[in-house]
């Protein structure tokens, strides 16, 4: 059992394979999922009009992208 800081929050947690506490993770994978919406309806939509559209941050969604999280919905 290893402990860790949530790189987001800063909060002490048991690491289970990620970066992230279950709260912080439940959330990033909300917005992952707001975002993925919105990209259903516009393919062609740029960064800044998700982050227009969702109050999501350029650089969450830049880190989706990295991740390969969008490989054709």
Do not use: P
């Not at 912080?24 to 009009?49: F, G, S």
Request: hydrophobic content about 30%; glycine content about 4%; some cysteine.
């Amino acid at each position: 059992m290893k402990l860790k800081n949530c790189k987001n929050c800063g909060k002490v947690f048991i690491e289970k394979n990620s970066e992230l506490c279950d709260k912080c993770h439940q959330e990033q994978e909300m917005k992952y999922i707001r975002v993925k919406d919105y990209l259903w309806d516009n393919d062609q939509a740029t960064i800044d009009d998700i982050h227009q559209a969702t109050g999501i941050s350029k650089n969450v969604i830049r880190k989706f992208v990295r991740e390969g999280r969008f490989k054709r919905l």
